[in-house]
C-alpha cells in the first residue's frame, strides 16, 4: 500500500460488556494512531440486531472513555466519513450488494437452510471440506422468477474466483489462502441486512482505513475482505495493511474465555483496578516495550509502540501479574488522585456518605494504606473501622481476644495507654513496646495482635499504631476497654 497516514479503527460489535480481548485490540489501535500521529476511528458494528442493543453500544463508549482511549472519529465525536453506527449505514451497504450484482461479482441464492444443511452432511460424508457448493452461481432468470414465485427470500452471495488470495501480513509475514476452501459467502440476509463481510470491507475502504490491527480469530475472513475490495475497484496497493494480533490464552493454554478467566472490562473497574494499569498490562500481552520493563505509562505506550514489536505467539494472561502492576500504579497516584478514586468506593460500600469531615479523615488515612493494597475494592475494608457507628468485632476474630493471654494484653495495652498525653503513633508505638514486647516477653505478631483486633474490630487494618493515632485516644481506649468486657 502506498504511504499515507495511517487510518486504524476499533469497530466492536458489542453484544455485552467489551473483554480484554477488545479492549487490547483497541489500545493496540489507539497506540499505534497516536505513535505515527495517525487517525483512530471508532466504528459500531451494529447490523447484528438481534444481539446489539443500546445499552451495550453506550457501555461501549463509557468503557473506552473511561480507559482513556479517546478516538478522533466516531459516535459523539462524528468525522468526515459518518455515520460511525453501521445501523446507520444500511443504504450505502445495500448501494455496493446492488453494484456488485450488476458487475456479476455477486449473485442471488435461493437454496434454503435445510438444502445447505443437507448438502454439507453429503459433502461431510464424502469427506470433502463443507462449503457452499455454487447450486445457485448460475440461474436463469425463469430460475431466479420460479424461486420467487415460490416465496423464497434470496441471499446474496459473492463470487470467489479460482486460485488463491496472498497477502502481507504486518505480523505473521506472507499469509496464502487457498480458495477451495474460502467458498463463496453470504454478504446480504434474506431480509437484506449485511452481514459483516460486506459492511466491514466497505466500510474500511469509505472511511479510508490504512491498518487493520485485529484479532488472530479474524484471519481467515481476510481473503473474503479482500474479495470484497477488488468488488468495489481496488488494486492490491489500495488494500489496507492487516496485522493479526496473537490470541491471549488462559492459565490452562486453552483460548481465552469467561471458563478460564476472561471477564468484562467493566469486572475489572469494580474490582478497583486502575485503567492506565489495565491497559499498561494489556499492552503486555503479546508486544514488549524491550528491556524486560513491565511498568509502562500512556505516554509511554504512544512513544514506544510499533507493530514490529507485536509477538505472533500466543500470550497468557496472568491475573497475579496485572494486581502486581495496578498496585504499582496505585502507589504512584498523588494523594488527591488516590483520594478520589477512593471516595466513589467507600461510598459506594456505605462507609462514608461524603461529608467534608469524612473525606477530610479519608484524606489523612489514605498514605498508611498505599503501600499494602493493590486493589482500589480493599479500600473499604481497610478504612471501614474510622467510620463505623455502631463498632463490633467481627464475629471470625472474637475468640482471638476473648482468651486468658489476650486479656492479660488488652489490660496492659490499656493501662499504659491511658496516661499518654502526646497521642501520636511514635508515642504509642513506644508504650506498646515497651511494656508488651520488653516486659512481657511477648512477640509483635502476638502482643500487637490483640490491640489490632480490638481497635479495628477485624485481622486485617492499616498499621497499628497509625490507626489509633487516626482513630483517636478516646475511641481507641474505648474499643480496648469494650474487647476487655467480651
Given amino acids: 500500500m502506498v504511504d499515507k497516514k495511517v487510518r486504524v479503527r476499533f469497530a466492536p460489535s458489542p453484544t455485552g460488556d467489551l473483554h480484554v480481548g477488545n479492549i487490547r485490540t483497541a489500545l493496540f489501535d489507539w497506540a499505534y494512531a497516536r505513535h ?10 451494529d447490523t447484528d440486531t438481534t ?22 472519529e466516531g459516535p459523539e465525536v462524528g468525522g468526515e466519513y459518518g455515520p460511525y453506527q453501521q445501523s446507520q449505514r444500511l443504504d450505502i451497504y445495500a448501494h ?56 423464497r427470500l434470496p441471499v446474496i452471495r459473492m463470487r470467489m474466483p479460482d486460485g488463491q488470495t496472498t497477502f502481507v501480513d504486518q505480523i ?19 431480509d437484506g441486512s449485511p452481514l459483516y463481510t460486506l459492511a466491514v470491507a466497505v466500510d474500511d475502504v469509505l472511511m479510508k482505513v490504512t491498518h487493520v490491527l485485529r484479532g488472530e480469530d479474524l484471519l481467515s ?20 495493511t492487516f496485522a493479526h494480533l496473537p490470541f491471549v490464552m488462559g492459565q490452562d493454554n486453552t483460548k481465552l474465555s469467561k471458563r478460564n478467566g476472561e471477564v468484562s472490562v467493566n469486572w475489572y473497574r469494580e474490582a478497583g ?13 503479546g508486544w514488549s516495550p524491550g528491556e524486560d ?42 494523594l488527591d488522585e488516590f483520594l478520589g478514586w477512593a471516595l466513589p468506593f467507600l461510598k459506594n460500600a456505605d ?13 489523612a488515612a489514605l498514605p498508611i494504606i498505599q503501600e499494602r493494597i493493590t486493589k482500589l475494592s480493599e479500600i473499604p475494608a481497610m478504612l471501614k473501622f474510622l467510620f463505623v457507628k455502631d463498632f463490633a468485632i467481627e464475629e471470625d476474630s472474637i475468640a482471638k481476644v476473648s482468651d486468658e493471654a489476650s486479656k492479660a494484653v488488652l489490660a496492659r495495652s490499656l493501662g499504659e495507654l491511658t496516661p499518654l498525653e502526646e497521642w501520636t503513633h511514635s508515642s504509642i508505638e513506644a508504650a506498646l513496646r515497651s511494656s508488651l514486647i520488653q516486659e512481657m516477653g511477648l512477640k509483635p505478631r502476638v502482643a500487637f495482635g490483640s490491640v489490632r483486633i480490638a481497635v479495628t474490630g477485624s485481622t486485617i487494618s492499616p498499621p497499628l499504631f497509625e490507626s489509633m493515632e487516626l482513630l483517636g485516644k478516646s475511641a481507641s481506649l474505648a474499643r480496648i476497654a469494650g474487647a476487655l468486657a467480651l
Wanted: aromatic letters at 10%.
Fill in 36 to 45: 505515527t500521529g495517525g487517525t483512530f476511528i471508532f466504528r459500531i458494528e
Fill in 51 to 72: 444481539r446489539v442493543t443500546d445499552e451495550y453500544i453506550a457501555a461501549a463508549i463509557d468503557t473506552l472513555r473511561w480507559l482513556g482511549l479517546q478516538w478522533d
Fill in 96 to 151: 455496493w450488494a446492488q453494484k456488485f450484482l450488476d458487475q456479476k461479482d455477486a449473485y442471488y441464492c435461493f437454496c434454503t437452510a435445510g438444502e445447505l444443511e443437507a448438502r454439507r452432511e453429503a459433502q461431510r460424508a464424502a469427506n470433502v471440506a463443507p462449503g457452499y457448493d455454487g447450486q445457485c452461481r448460475d440461474l436463469s432468470e425463469d430460475h431466479i422468477a420460479a424461486f420467487r414465485s415460490e416465496g
Fill in 172 to 190: 505473521r509475514g506472507e499469509v496464502s489462502f487457498d480458495h477451495k476452501f474460502v467458498p463463496d459467502f453470504v454478504l446480504v440476509r434474506g
Fill in 221 to 240: 475472513s481476510t481473503p473474503r475482505q479482500i474479495r470484497v475490495y477488488q468488488a468495489m475497484g481496488l488494486t492490491e496497493d489500495g488494500y489496507p
Fill in 273 to 285: 483496578f486502575l485503567p492506565e494499569a489495565i491497559c499498561n498490562y494489556l499492552a503486555l500481552l
Fill in 293 to 334: 520493563r513491565e511498568n509502562v505509562t500512556m505516554q509511554e505506550l504512544t512513544e514506544l509502540f510499533t507493530v514490529e514489536r507485536v509477538h505472533s505467539s500466543p500470550a497468557k494472561f496472568d491475573m497475579k501479574k496485572l494486581e502486581a502492576i495496578n498496585g504499582d500504579k496505585i502507589r504512584a497516584l498523588t
Fill in 351 to 363: 462507609v462514608i456518605e461524603g461529608s467534608e469531615e469524612e473525606i477530610a479523615m479519608v484524606k
